[in-house]
């Protein structure tokens, strides 16, 4: 069993990994804003910790993942305001990473999005900007870590339920259902040969594991 830490435990993906984890003897903590999204957490079996890594330090977001063995990045800012979106997707990402480094928490899974990098070709006038700029100086800062990094590019995501099968690569179907991302993640989390790995994918027609491999 692995003790794991979602940092936006309260997201759509997030609620859709923490069973999934939980159903396979991990250890789920879901770290939260809002205290009154703690019944949620709970419901899908993970435990909640009110922490707003937004406003934490290193030390801080240090002491709250502590004792864990991997983390899962599944915060942001949600858009639209540019300068929160820097501090929550850029800076307090990157906080989160040295947190895990001081706090030995080796292994570090961060959900990117498909086609993320300095060369996101995002139009500087368009509202993606800012988070095109946020998510790439976050996944460059991960990849120059001593972390056992993996980085996740999903494509476009949906509600559509699982089918259990995706393609990775940039080029593919454009869209993802949330429910597959989750068990990429929970795929990912189990799987060594994933470490040091970008993996973008869209909805496909390999099986997860297969697809990982």
């Known amino acids: 069993m692995s003790r794991i830490v979602?940092?936006?435990?309260?997201?759509?993906?997030?609620?859709?990994?923490?069973?999934?984890?939980?159903e396979h003897d991990h250890s789920v903590t879901a770290l939260i804003r809002n205290p009154e999204h703690?019944?949620?957490?709970?419901e899908v079996g993970a435990s909640p910790v009110v922490a707003d890594v937004e406003q934490l330090d290193t030390a801080g977001i240090a002491e709250v993942i502590s004792g864990h063995d991997a983390i899962v990045w599944a915060a942001g800012a949600g858009g639209g305001n540019p300068?929160?979106?820097?501090?929550?997707?850029?800076d307090a990402a990157?906080?989160?990473?040295?947190?895990?480094?001081?706090?030995?928490?080796?292994?570090?899974v961060m959900i990117s999005y498909c086609g993320a990098g300095p060369d996101h070709g995002a139009d500087p006038e368009s509202a993606f900007f800012a988070y095109a700029?946020?998510?790439?100086?976050?996944?460059?800062?991960?990849r120059g870590t001593d972390l056992d990094w993996t980085v996740l590019g999903p494509s476009a995501l949906t509600l559509d339920p699982a089918s259990g099968s995706i393609q990775v690569g940039r080029e593919g179907s454009g869209s993802v259902s949330r429910e597959n991302v989750a068990r990429v993640i929970a795929e990912v989390l189990d799987a060594n040969a994933t470490v040091g790995r970008?993996?973008?994918?869209?909805d496909g027609s390999t099986p997860?594991?297969?697809?990982?491999?």
């Open 94 to 108: 990157i906080r989160s990473m040295d947190a895990a480094s001081e706090a030995g928490v080796h292994r570090y």
């Open 133 to 142: 700029e946020a998510k790439a100086a976050a996944d460059e800062h991960l």
């Open 38 to 42: 703690a019944r949620d957490i709970k």
């Open 83 to 90: 300068e929160r979106t820097r501090a929550v997707d850029q």
């Open 198 to 202: 970008t993996i973008e994918f869209h």
């Open 6 to 22: 979602i940092v936006g435990g309260h997201g759509k993906i997030a609620l859709l990994l923490a069973p999934l984890l939980a």
């Open 208 to 213: 997860i594991s297969e697809a990982l491999r």
